[in-house]
């Protein structure tokens, strides 16, 4: 049908016409094939290409968006069928509601910023044109999945998001490390995908009449008629994949290993695309989690889990892109504590709020690098003096990860500390002690970096990407304007985007892509405002004290924690367990053990027994061949005697 009205809990309907939708997802693509198939060869004109298709969707994203607030965060979908075979019914559609307008213009806006960042970091690589084809389908993946109307539209997008990873995580192929991390990003999110894969099947068999679309999926799991444990297994699916996707415990060793492709793409990937994909799943089917306490449990507890281990990891890396690795990690995990504490709201105002800080940070870290060719902190200290425009909005976004006042990343922390104490007091101490860890780790990198004196960066190397950048990293300058007005531009919503929590106006919006409204109100506490603030405050605080003013030794700090420190610079020896025991010894050896036993009784056995076979059936022939006549003569009656019999026996007269 061509279109479809879905009930939801607000009262009007978004007034926007079919082809809008569809370019927003068309344009990126349109950009992917023509710098493919005619500009890959020209760097400027392939870039250019890339921000323009970009743009227009980012322009009719924000189109969807006001109309979608016009209409009181109302739901529209537009449906058409594809397929049919057999009981299985496929319909092609996209759906706007205030979830989909909002990760609309996160995804558009952020992708548009990493282009124009990129045309200056990415000067002089051999695969430019290439670079800006993969991040064109990668945009164009990510609008697919935010738009698409029904699960099995979802998972066609998941996929070619997870592949567009792939290929950009492992841009440089020439670098083993970057192939290894493009191949080990792959597999591992691949593992929660048969989760997803799971469920799919699962709502085909057992679902609302076959059918694959969003909201009847989501009325279907809130009416009371599929058994509890349908509910639980379906949702189960759902988060395998989230976990995958979003790089959750105890599948998130992936997402520190991806800082291996460029910057620009850790800027995407980490802020507003393939990250972002599972908190937008759960989020998307988030009825159907609400229907199973069992699932919400485990969200809940998966996402404390992943933050806590992602913090404790973070404040011992040098790296500072790692750094801002596991944050993403771990800001994730708050996500999804979020979701599984019914805090639907927060959990999507924080990935709101959490997508500008996060790419203005990844990409201060792009011009750190671009500047002194190292990630390595260790190398670097006093950046302050040379780059004070990269330095200034490094701590903007710094300040908005740890939750200060009154940036964005304040209110919609804040927001989920709230929902955790109401759901679970251990929920609620757990996001506390992220967040204190929190502020400490990102200014420790903050204090590393910029202050201090400079200790001269990495010497460059001819053989090396980074080699590209214009001047001497003994001598450390700002980047060109095309990498610092992304930097500026971002620091406005790091600063300014927890004004849509005032006046409630984003959560009317997000709650109307609800079929129901959510049971809590959204409040402020005072007391929760002020604790998270003091525990920020302190946090900072740790850091300034230890690797400003060297009132404590940091050497002496590491070891006063003893194993804890060897257990998180280890990284809870998550990759030890994986590497060495199950792929080493569980895998490797039980398959090659698998091989052996195959070669020694499959292969060698039908070997083996054929000239078995041959020898006992010589033997047996042997006593019949004794050289007299007429034990021959005897056998050759008996045979005609048999043919005869089998004659008569199929022909009777």
Same mark, same amino acid.
């Given at each position: 049908?061509?279109?479809?009205?879905?009930?939801?809990?607000?009262?009007?309907?978004?007034?926007?016409?079919?082809?809008?939708?569809?370019?927003?997802?068309?344009?990126?693509?349109?950009?992917?094939?023509?710098?493919? *198939?005619?500009?890959?060869?020209?760097?400027?004109?392939?870039?250019?290409?890339?921000?323009?298709?970009?743009?227009?969707?980012?322009?009719?994203?924000?189109?969807?968006?006001?109309?979608?607030?016009?209409?009181?965060?109302?739901?529209?979908?537009?449906?058409?069928?594809?397929?049919?075979?057999?009981?299985?019914?496929?319909?092609?559609?996209?759906?706007?509601?205030?979830?989909?307008?909002?990760?609309?213009? &996160?995804?558009?806006?952020?992708?548009?910023?990493?282009?124009?960042?990129?045309?200056?970091?990415?000067?002089?690589?051999?695969?430019?044109?290439?670079?800006?084809?993969?991040?064109?389908?990668?945009?164009?993946?990510?609008?697919?999945?935010?738009?698409?109307?029904?699960?099995?539209?979802?998972?066609?997008?998941?996929?070619?998001?997870?592949?567009?990873?792939?290929?950009?995580?492992?841009?440089?192929?020439?670098?083993?490390?970057?192939?290894?991390?493009?191949?080990?990003?792959?597999?591992?999110?691949?593992?929660?995908?048969?989760?997803?894969?799971?469920?799919?099947?699962?709502?085909?068999?057992?679902?609302?009449?076959?059918?694959?679309?969003?909201?009847?999926?989501?009325?279907?799991?809130?009416?009371?008629?599929?058994?509890?444990?349908?509910?639980?297994?379906?949702?189960?699916?759902?988060?395998?994949?989230?976990?995958?996707?979003?790089?959750?415990?105890?599948?998130?060793?992936?997402?520190?290993?991806?800082?291996?492709?460029?910057?620009?793409?850790?800027?995407?990937?980490?802020?507003?695309?393939?990250?972002?994909?599972?908190?937008?799943?759960?989020?998307?089917?988030?009825?159907?989690?609400?229907?199973?306490?069992?699932?919400?449990? &485990?969200?809940?507890?998966?996402?404390? *889990?992943?933050?806590?281990?992602?913090?404790?990891?973070?404040?011992?890396?040098?790296?500072?892109?790692?750094?801002?690795?596991?944050?993403?990690?771990?800001?994730?995990?708050?996500?999804?504590?979020?979701?599984?504490?019914?805090?639907?709201?927060?959990?999507?105002?924080?990935?709101?709020?959490?997508?500008?800080?996060?790419?203005?940070?990844?990409?201060?870290?792009?011009?750190?690098?671009?500047?002194?060719?190292? @990630?390595?902190?260790?190398?670097?200290?006093?950046?302050?003096?040379?780059?004070?425009?990269?330095?200034?909005?490094?701590?903007?976004?710094?300040?908005?990860?740890?939750?200060?006042?009154?940036?964005?990343?304040?209110? %919609?922390?804040?927001?989920?500390?709230?929902?955790?104490?109401?759901?679970?007091?251990?929920?609620?101490?757990?996001?506390?002690?992220?967040?204190?860890?929190?502020?400490? @780790?990102?200014?420790?990198?903050?204090?590393?970096?910029?202050?201090?004196?400079?200790?001269?960066?990495?010497?460059?190397?001819?053989?090396?990407?980074?080699?590209?950048?214009?001047?001497?990293?003994?001598?450390?300058?700002?980047?060109?304007?095309?990498?610092?007005?992304?930097?500026?531009?971002?620091?406005?919503?790091?600063?300014?985007?927890?004004?849509?929590?005032?006046?409630?106006?984003?959560?009317?919006?997000?709650?109307?892509?609800?079929?129901?409204?959510?049971?809590?109100?959204? %409040?402020?506490?005072?007391?929760?405002?002020?604790?998270?603030?003091?525990?920020?405050?302190?946090?900072?605080?740790?850091?300034?004290?230890?690797?400003?003013?060297?009132?404590?030794?940091?050497?002496?700090?590491?070891?006063?924690?003893?194993?804890?420190?060897?257990?998180?610079?280890?990284?809870?020896?998550?990759?030890?367990?994986?590497?060495?025991?199950?792929?080493?010894?569980?895998?490797?050896?039980?398959?090659?053990?698998?091989?052996?036993?195959?070669?020694?009784? &499959?292969?060698?056995?039908?070997?083996?027994?054929?000239?078995? &076979?041959?020898?006992?059936?010589?033997?047996?022939?042997?006593?019949?061949?004794?050289?007299?006549?007429?034990?021959?003569?005897?056998?050759?009656?008996?045979?005609?005697?048999?043919?005869?019999?089998?004659?008569?026996?199929?022909?009777?007269?």
């Amino acid at each position: 049908m061509p279109f479809l009205l879905a009930e939801s809990a607000a009262t009007s309907v978004p007034t926007i016409d079919e082809w809008v939708l569809w370019a927003i997802i068309a344009s990126p693509l349109i950009g992917w094939g023509l710098i493919v *198939a005619y500009l890959r060869k020209i760097p400027v004109v392939a870039g250019g290409v890339a921000i323009a298709t970009i743009g227009v969707s980012l322009a009719l994203s924000f189109f969807a968006l006001f109309n979608v607030i016009d209409a009181d965060g109302g739901i529209l979908v537009h449906t058409h069928e594809w397929f049919t075979a057999g009981s299985l019914s496929v319909n092609i559609g996209v759906r706007i509601d205030g979830l989909t307008a909002v990760m609309l213009v &996160v995804v558009t806006s952020v992708a548009f910023l990493v282009q124009l960042y990129s045309t200056g970091y990415m000067h002089g690589d051999t695969g430019y044109g290439r670079y800006f084809a993969h991040m064109c389908l990668f945009v164009f993946s990510m609008l697919g999945l935010v738009l698409a109307d029904n699960l099995f539209m979802i998972f066609i997008f998941w996929e070619l998001v997870g592949l567009c990873s792939y290929l950009l995580i492992g841009f440089w192929f020439h670098r083993p490390a970057a192939a290894a991390a493009a191949k080990k990003a792959f597999i591992t999110t691949r593992i929660g995908d048969l989760g997803l894969l799971a469920a799919l099947l699962l709502i085909w068999t057992r679902g609302p009449g076959g059918s694959f679309d969003v909201g009847l999926i989501q009325e279907w799991a809130t009416s009371g008629e599929p058994e509890g444990w349908i509910i639980t297994l379906f949702a189960l699916g759902i988060f395998a994949g989230a976990v995958g996707k979003s790089a959750q415990f105890p599948l998130h060793v992936w997402l520190p290993d991806a800082m291996e492709g460029p910057t620009p793409v850790s800027a995407l990937i980490h802020a507003a695309t393939m990250v972002a994909a599972g908190v937008y799943l759960v989020a998307r089917f988030f009825p159907v989690f609400e229907a199973s306490h069992d699932a919400m449990t &485990v969200v809940a507890w998966i996402g404390a *889990a992943t933050s806590l281990i992602a913090a404790t990891i973070a404040i011992v890396q040098t790296d500072f892109k790692r750094v801002m690795a596991y944050s993403t990690v771990s800001q994730l995990g708050l996500m999804m504590l979020s979701l599984g504490a019914f805090g639907y709201v927060a959990a999507i105002f924080h990935l709101f709020t959490h997508a500008f800080f996060k790419a203005l940070l990844f990409l201060t870290a792009g011009s750190v690098n671009h500047a002194t060719n190292t @990630y390595d902190m260790r190398l670097m200290g006093g950046l302050r003096k040379y780059m004070p425009i990269t330095f200034a909005t490094c701590v903007i976004g710094s300040l908005s990860l740890a939750g200060i006042f009154p940036l964005a990343g304040f209110w %919609s922390k804040d927001e989920i500390l709230l929902d955790a104490f109401r759901e679970n007091p251990g929920l609620w101490f757990v996001a506390q002690l992220v967040s204190l860890l929190t502020a400490f @780790y990102i200014f420790r990198a903050i204090f590393l970096t910029f202050f201090g004196e400079y200790r001269g960066g990495q010497p460059v190397d001819p053989h090396d990407h980074d080699s590209h950048f214009e001047g001497d990293p003994a001598h450390p300058h700002e980047p060109p304007w095309s990498m610092r007005a992304p930097l500026l531009i971002l620091a406005v919503p790091a600063i300014a985007a927890g004004a849509f929590v005032i006046n409630h106006s984003f959560r009317d919006l997000i709650e109307g892509a609800l079929p129901h409204a959510l049971e809590h109100e959204s %409040s402020f506490e005072w007391s929760i405002a002020i604790s998270s603030t003091v525990l920020g405050v302190l946090g900072i605080g740790l850091a300034w004290a230890i690797y400003q003013k060297h009132w404590l030794s940091s050497r002496s700090f590491a070891m006063g924690f003893g194993p804890l420190t060897a257990l998180f610079e280890q990284k809870w020896y998550f990759d030890k367990l994986y590497e060495d025991f199950l792929v080493k010894r569980v895998l490797q050896s039980g398959w090659n053990r698998l091989l052996e036993l195959n070669d020694k009784y &499959v292969v060698d056995g039908v070997v083996n027994g054929v000239g078995t &076979v041959a020898r006992v059936t010589s033997d047996r022939m042997r006593v019949i061949q004794n050289g007299q006549p007429q034990a021959y003569g005897l056998g050759f009656a008996a045979g005609i005697l048999v043919v005869v019999v089998a004659v008569f026996a199929a022909n009777p007269l």
